[in-house]
């Protein structure tokens, strides 16, 4: 396996050994060791999908379906795939779940770390970096679906048992890697969400010097609070740290989107993006630190005409961050067909047999990302005019009382029953059929998006530029 260098933070770039600048870019792994129901076609959470899949599956389907997905989703062709692009660096979310039970608190789980460590070689081998990016803490430290959340509160900054059980598992993950240059660094809270925004500065500074008493040489790579959008919780920068902003563009995520022209009355164009990014990195450019956007992408409609904007959207921000010496990790790289790279073919064994539950999905805007609300708006609108009524002050975190509604009605209350649906998919599906159904998301076995392949591909072959 070739040697990948040590990076670490320079001033306002990340560098080598050599000290030459290095801009990592690349990918998020969606959907692997961190699930998330749009990635590949669940309702609900990911902890929820498993109990329905093992309900149905039996003990040991459920182990050979997951054993094989968990080598074919992310495999050496797709290491492959992804360097001949020019990608140099691959985030990876990770859920404790794989390390820690919650009836074993404090326990690691050996076991667990050995899909991560065939991981980090496949890509080492093709120059490729890892960030480990811890996207589901025991607790919950946000109120969705994606950190395997049932519930809409972040009970992890509340209950101080959670915030332990992180900072020992995070003591175990640099144990581990601490003399491992293929990892780039460590992203130790995705997307953090303090309602309070009093407890996330005095937890990070706790986990930083855990880590750093262990390992003192790899980065961090900081989430801002609010979903990784407010750095109002830091002062001085942490040594070798990065700050991740995420950078969504409305344009490419809302159902009628437009771009470049106007999105639900407000208009988006190039100058939109960047000022939009300008304000989201406003702390980085503060305090002279490396600028990387560990989150971002449009979603695919699947519209010629809307989807020709989106890729125009992605070209644009790709070129601001260009221009302003940003690196990058672009969401997501596979899943079922709705924003990833690489997607499971249409017609696949997988996607027929849950098929039923994808249009009972689509129809009651079920997922939060990707779909939409119009077959709810009868019980939605409603529910808003009550609220408007009777609690017109009523503005709870983080996005206030239309998506916190939103968010009990189709992420929850119409999302829990439909998992025992989407486990009823799988019943009669014996060990084999069930390893077969896993390898759809195999490389081979999927289609590309080759429009976003060409946008990619083009940006990281292009000329840095040095404005900062």
């Not at 692997?32 to 498993?50: A, H, K, L």
């Not at 950190?147 to 509340?158: E, I, K, L, V």
């Not at 490396?290 to 904007?309: H, K, L, M, N, T």
């Not at 998301?441 to 840095?464: K, N, S, W």
Request: charged share 25%; hydrophobic share 40%; glycine share 10%.
């Amino acid at each position: 396996m070739p040697a990948l260098p040590w990076i670490h933070v320079d001033g306002a770039h990340l560098a080598d050994e050599s000290g030459a600048r290095t801009v990592l870019a690349g990918f998020g792994l969606g959907g692997w060791m961190n699930m998330e129901n749009f990635i590949t076609g669940y309702p609900g959470t990911e902890s929820q999908q498993r109990a329905a899949l093992r309900s149905a599956l039996g003990d040991e389907g459920y182990r050979r379906f997951f054993d094989r997905f968990l080598d074919d989703f992310f495999g050496e062709a797709d290491a492959r795939y992804l360097a001949s692009l020019g990608v140099n660096a691959l985030r990876v979310p990770l859920n404790y779940h794989h390390f820690e039970d919650d009836d074993r608190p404090f326990v690691i789980k050996e076991e667990g770390f050995a899909p991560l460590d065939r991981l980090i070689e496949r890509c080492a081998e093709q120059g490729i970096h890892t960030i480990l990016d811890l996207h589901a803490l025991p607790g919950s430290q946000n109120q969705h679906w994606h950190s395997d959340n049932p519930t809409h509160q972040a009970f992890f900054w509340t209950h101080r048992h959670f915030q332990d059980r992180v900072v020992h598992l995070w003591e175990a993950i640099a144990d581990r890697y601490r003399d491992r240059p293929e990892v780039a660094g460590y992203n130790p809270v995705n997307e953090p969400a303090d309602p309070s925004g009093a407890v996330i500065g005095p937890f990070y500074e706790r986990l930083e010097r855990a880590i750093r008493a262990v390992d003192p040489r790899h980065v961090l790579f900081l989430d801002g609070n609010k979903y990784s959008t407010d750095f109002s919780m830091f002062s001085e920068p942490a040594a070798n740290a990065v700050y991740t902003a995420h950078d969504y563009a409305f344009p490419g995520i809302a159902r009628d989107g437009v771009y470049p022209g106007t999105t639900r009355g407000e208009h988006y164009d190039r100058d939109v993006l960047e000022q939009t990014f300008l304000r989201r990195t406003e702390f980085m450019r503060t305090t002279g630190t490396p600028i990387w956007i560990g989150e971002f992408g449009p979603v695919y409609s699947g519209e010629s005409d809307q989807d020709a904007g989106r890729y125009q959207l992605l070209a644009d921000q790709l070129a601001i961050y260009r221009e302003h010496g940003a690196g990058w990790s672009l969401w997501t790289y596979k899943d079922i067909g709705l924003q990833g790279l690489v997607y499971a073919a249409p017609g696949c064994a997988y996607l027929e047999r849950i098929a039923p539950v994808l249009e009972k999905k689509a129809r009651l805007g079920v997922d939060a990302w990707g779909s939409d609300d119009r077959g709810v708006r009868h019980i939605l609108d409603p529910v808003d005019e009550l609220f408007g009524a009777e609690f017109a002050d009523f503005d709870p975190f983080p996005w206030g009382r239309t998506k916190w509604a939103a968010t009990l009605v189709r992420n929850i209350l119409l999302a829990e029953p439909l998992v025992g649906q989407f486990g009823r998919c799988f019943e009669g599906v014996s060990p084999d059929e069930a390893e077969s159904l896993a390898a759809c998301f195999a490389f081979d076995a999927c289609v590309r998006r080759d429009g976003l392949a060409e946008i990619v591909g083009t940006h990281l072959h292009a000329e840095p530029v040095t404005r900062r």
